[in-house]
């Protein structure tokens, strides 16, 4: 699939997902997407399809990690705040005038 990546302060539309680096910023449209690596949720809020990998039918609210600089990430702490390769995210929510990273 194609994503928009934020590197540093430049913007890169319908980028390839197969040309994504650690570290990249994804953009995650109002409408979803298929995400298409395992990323960690820093602005907004999304409701994701997770039932391909848990078999739960029911749709999981993300909320995007705590701005706390002493908290180091940890995907089973924040499985609340990360997107998982494969699921479908089905909506997200976000302030006016900003975006879902």
């Not at 539309?13 to 197969?18: E, G, V």
């Not at 809020?45 to 990430?73: C, Q, R, W």
């Amino acid at each position: 699939c194609k994503v928009t990546v934020h590197r540093g302060a430049s913007i890169h539309p319908n980028t390839p997902s197969s040309d994504l680096y650690p570290g990249d910023v994804i953009e995650i449209p109002r409408t979803g997407l298929r995400v298409p690596c395992d990323c960690a949720l820093i602005s907004g809020n999304a409701i994701v399809n997770e039932s391909m990998l848990t078999g739960e039918s029911v749709p999981v609210f993300k909320t995007p990690l705590p701005h706390d600089a002493e908290e180091i990430y940890s995907v089973t702490a924040n499985k609340r705040q990360t997107l998982f390769n494969g699921t479908d995210v089905i909506q997200t929510r976000n302030l006016p005038n900003s975006k879902v990273l």
